[in-house]
C-alpha cells in the first residue's frame, strides 16, 4: 500500500508533463506570408493563443499601409512580464512581437530577429514589385513566351514519337540475329530500343513540364518562392546525383575490371571445350552432353563468383534498402528451389553416370523413342509416334532405363516378342515357325543367330519369346511389325491358332485368319 502511496504522485507528474509537451506543440503556429514562413510561435500571451497571435499578425502585415510597406521593417526591444522580447515593425506601422518562450532549444533572440527582418524586407520587395505595372507587363510576357515554346516542344515530341512507331514499323533495325541459348532475341531487342526512345520522349516531356512550372512561378513576385524552392529542389537533386556518380568512379572501375576478368574466364572456358568438341579423342573421358552441361555449369559458377565478388562495389550495396531487396531476393530463391535443386542434382546424376546419349534409343518409364537431348534439368524423347516427351531428371533417376543402343555396335541391339501357344501344340512346331519367321525378316541379323525361349508353363498355354538382335535400334517399331506378320502368316499356314487358351473344351471352328 505504502508502495503505491509513492508511485502514484510520480505517474500523474509524468502524465502531466506528457500532457504538457503535446499541448505546446499542438499550441505552435508558424506565420507565413506570400509563400514565405516567417517564424514560428510558440506561446501564449494574456490568453491569447499562438494561432490567433498568427491570425492578429497576418491582418497587421495585411492592412500595411504602401508609405509604411516602402519604409521597411524594422525592430525595437522591449520586456513584457520580465521576458525579453522584440517588436517588429513596417515603418511605424506594428505588426506582432516576438518573445523568449516562442525561440526554439538552442535558439538566441538576436539570431531569430535578423533572421525575420531579412524575411520581412524580402516580402516588402516582392510587394512592391507586385505593384508595379511595367513588373505584371514583364510577367505575362514571359508567361506567354514560357507556354509558346513549351506546346511547340510538345508538338516536337509527338512527331517524333509518331516518327519512331513508322519508322519500328516500316523497318527491321536489327538485321542481324541475335541467339542466346537457341533463341533470336533480334526482334525482341528492337521492341526494347523502340521502348527505350519512346520513354526518353516521356522523360524530356516531364523535365520540360517541370522547367516551365519553374519558370511560370517564378515570373511573378507573388509566386517567386515556390519557384525558387521547386529549382533549387531540381538543382539539388541532379547535384546529389552527380556526387554520388563522382563518389562512384573508383567503385565503377573496379566493377569494369571485374566483369573483364569474369568475361576473360567465360571465353577461356567457352574455347577449351569448343576445342575438346573438335578434338579425336574427345569421346575417352567426355561425350557430347556431359561437355555441353559441364561447360554451362562452370559458366553459371563464374558469374556466382562474379557477383559474389563484385557485390560490395555495387552503388548503393551497403544502404538498408538494398539489403532488404537482397535479403528477400534470397528467402524466394531458397524456398522456392528445392524442386530445382533435387532436379539439377539428378542431372548431374544421369550426365555424369554415362547411362545414356543424345541419339540413343531408350526405355525409360512408360517411354520409349530416340533421346534428343540431356540437360540438367530434364531429358529430351522423340517417340515412334512422333511425340516430343520432356522426363524430369528425378523421375529418370528414380525408375528404370533400358538403353538398346549401347551395345549395338558390336552385336547389334537386342529386342524381343512373345507369344502364347496352348499344350496341344507341339513345341518344336512353335520353335521352327517362329525361327522361320525371323530368318524372312530382313533387318534381323543371323548373328548371333535368334534364339526361341520358353518363358512361362501356364495353366492353359505356354509362352514363347523370340531373342534377336538388330543393327539399327531406332528401327524398332517397324522390325517388330514385319516379324508380327511372319509369325502370324507362318502361324496361319500351319492352322496354328495365335491365342491363349482358357478353355474347357476346343472350339468347334479353329480361331485362324483366312488364307490368301
Known sequence: MSKCVFVFPRLMALLLMLLQISVSSADEATLSIWQRDITTFRVNIAGVTAQERVDYA????????????????RSVYKTQDDEASVGFYFGDHFIFYLREGDLAPGQSLKEEEEKILTKLTAYAEAQAR???????????????VFTVIFVLCMVILA??????????????????KIVILGVDFSSHIAEMIKR???TLSWVCLAVLSYIYVVLLLRA????????????????????DLLLGVLRSIPDLFTLLVIYV??????NLVKYTFEGMEGSKRRGRWMDEDTRKATKRVLIILIWVFGVVVAYPYIPGS??????????LLGLMVSLGSTGLVNQIMAGFVVLYSGAMRSGEYVHMGDVEGTLTEVGLLSCKVLTPRGEYVSIPNAVIMNGKTVNYSRLAKK?????ATSITIGYDTPWKTVHRLMQDAASNTTQIKDSPKPRIIQEELGDFAVKYTLVFNVDDPQRKPAILTEVHTKIQDGFAREGIQIMSPHFNMQPEDPVLPPRD
Open 411 to 415: 552385336d547389334g541391339a537386342v529386342f
Open 261 to 266: 576478368i569474369i568475361r576473360s574466364l567465360i
Open 196 to 198: 527505350g526512345l519512346l
Open 130 to 144: 507586385q505593384r508595379e505595372p511595367r513588373r505584371i507587363l514583364i510577367g505575362i510576357v514571359a508567361f506567354l
Open 318 to 327: 551497403d544502404s538498408e534498402a538494398f539489403k532488404g531487396i537482397s535479403v
Open 159 to 176: 512527331f517524333y514519337r509518331r516518327w519512331i512507331e513508322r519508322l519500328f514499323s516500316k523497318e527491321k533495325i536489327v538485321d542481324k
Open 58 to 73: 497576418l491582418s497587421r502585415i495585411e492592412s500595411t499601409p504602401p508609405i509604411e510597406l516602402h519604409k521597411g521593417p
Open 220 to 239: 511573378f513576385p507573388y509566386t517567386e518562392v515556390w519557384g525558387q524552392k521547386l529549382g533549387r529542389k531540381v538543382i539539388g537533386l541532379i547535384g
